[in-house]
T-cell receptor
Framework: NAGVTQTPKFQVLKTGQSMTLQCAQDMNHNSMYWYRQDPGMGLRLIYYSASEGTTDKGEVPNGYNVSRLNKREFSLRLESAAPSQTSVYFC???????????FGPGTRLTVT | DAKTTQPPSMDCAEGRAANLPCNHSTISGNEYVYWYRQIHSQGPQYIIHGLKNNETNEMASLIITEDRKSSTLILPHATLRDTAVYYCIVRVNQAGTALIFGKGTTLSVSS
């Protein structure tokens, strides 16, 4: 099992460009999450999907959109990147027991 | 704001027990206590969680006070690889509920 995978690992964007961060899990989990982590800070929730076909906003959703493509995949899209979106983005998934969130390795995004 | 309070940093000698405290005085009856850690810039890693009873697994022990207002994570024999930021989180066990990360405790294990 690969667990939670994220692509790309690193990305540099110019202000105004768009991109999609990909996340996939092979654990048959229902819930998936997108977090961001700024330097010296804890993680903050951007969006989550409690089950296939549903998505909801988290603490910091502005400037982002998400798609739960199927049970395995949950993508995060930046339509018009801004320097304030420079961060490390983590995807996580969670099973029905809700006892443990499994995190991916992260995508390090820089917006210049 | 995070609903937990942790010391910003702690030191521990290799081979000794590391005891990491957490205060969660406003915890609700249906909230669990979770512990995660983050090594360097990797994704957070689950350690343990509990509601009111003490818990133990292969990584650590979790001691929750009877009034549930505080807890302690115990790493029984700390190694250099346990150097990380440790996060104490309270959370309702419900689908779609986020983990609210504070700043955690940076544990430094030295030889």
């Amino acid at each position: 099992n690969a667990g939670v995978t994220q692509t790309p690992k690193f990305q540099v964007l110019k202000t105004g460009q768009s991109m999609t961060l990909q996340c996939a899990q092979d654990m048959n989990h229902n819930s998936m999450y997108w977090y961001r982590q700024d330097p010296g800070m804890g993680l903050r929730l951007i969006y989550y999907s409690a089950s296939e076909g549903t998505t909801d906003k988290g603490e910091v959703p502005n400037g982002y959109n998400v798609s739960r493509l199927n049970k395995r995949e949950f993508s995060l899209r930046l339509e018009s990147a801004a320097p304030s979106q420079t961060s490390v983005y983590f995807c996580a998934s969670e099973g029905l027991l809700r006892d443990e969130q499994y995190f991916g390795p992260g995508t390090r995004l820089t917006v210049t | 704001d995070a609903k937990t309070t942790q010391p910003p940093s702690m030191d521990c000698a290799e081979g000794r027990a590391a005891n990491l405290p957490c205060n969660h005085s406003t915890i609700s009856g249906n909230e669990y206590v979770y512990w995660y850690r983050q090594i360097h810039s990797q994704g957070p890693q689950y350690i343990i969680h509990g509601l009111k009873n003490n818990e133990t697994n292969e990584m650590a022990s979790l001691i929750i006070t009877e009034d549930r207002k505080s807890s302690t994570l115990i790493l029984p024999h700390a190694t250099l690889r346990d150097t990380a930021v440790y996060y104490c989180i309270v959370r309702v066990n419900q689908a779609g509920t986020a983990l609210i990360f504070g700043k955690g405790t940076t544990l430094s294990v030295s030889s």
